[in-house]
């Protein structure tokens, strides 16, 4: 072997070893960062009590098991009616594997969905991928789809939460799968996130399925000048 075909590879595996280094996606190994949510495919369900306040519509209290529901209504004295969001357990249409998890609404008013608590890590980039289909979603004002991950200290979560929400850019109407694909960024004190997956204000059907989280690095520290 000559030294330039040595000194291209030495090149080579330089430029693939700063490229892992620098997205972070990967660990040390190669192998991808570990997927922290459970049942991310929606393959298992299960019968629960509590299904929120007002409760949310479900198939004789089946929910995706490691995902808590997510029901707000408007208060009375603003509109009137009843709660009409469902979680329902969907074999028919699905992304991948044997379900997927399908949010209904009958109300511009009224916002339901999924949650998941999740342990995570303090200065950490994570990146956040979902897959989703909607039909015939109409939105009130600034709503539609929405994916939340609002993190906080163990310790005094509700006392020091951080929002991150985030409005996919296709959020209404009718549409096939669409991949959603967003990073946010911990602080110093954080420990635990609740990922909500959430139809928001708006009527008609709304599917998610491949749900992941993944860390992928430290947080790069913002320059001062």
């Not at 459970?38 to 209290?61: C, H, M, R, Y």
């Not at 890590?121 to 991928?129: D, F």
């Amino acid at each position: 072997m000559n030294k330039r075909m040595v000194s291209l590879i030495t090149q080579t595996a330089f430029v693939a070893a700063f490229a892992l280094c620098y997205l972070g996606v990967a660990r040390a190994d190669g192998a991808p960062s570990p997927n922290i949510v459970q049942n991310p495919g929606f393959e298992s369900w299960a019968v629960i009590t509590d299904l929120g306040n007002p409760p949310i519509k479900t198939d004789a209290g089946s929910m995706p098991v490691s995902w808590d529901p997510d029901a707000e209504a408007p208060d009375p004295k603003v509109s009137s009616g009843t709660y009409s969001c469902g979680v329902f357990k969907d074999t028919i249409v699905k992304h991948g594997g044997n379900a997927s998890v399908r949010i209904e609404s009958g109300r511009t008013v009224d916002i339901g969905g999924i949650i998941q608590q999740m342990d995570l890590e303090p200065n950490t980039k994570y990146q956040v991928t979902a897959w989703y289909k909607g039909d015939n979603i109409v939105v009130d004002g600034d709503a539609g789809v929405f994916i939340w991950a609002v993190y906080g200290p163990k310790d005094d979560y509700w006392n020091h939460m951080t929002f991150w929400a985030k409005k996919p850019d296709v959020h209404d109407g009718t549409f096939d799968w669409t991949l959603f694909k967003d990073t946010f960024d911990t602080n110093a004190t954080a420990g635990t996130v609740r990922l909500t997956l959430q139809l928001r204000k708006a009527t008609g059907k709304l599917w998610f399925d491949d749900i992941e989280v993944r860390k992928i690095g430290p947080v790069t520290p913002v320059k001062s000048f």
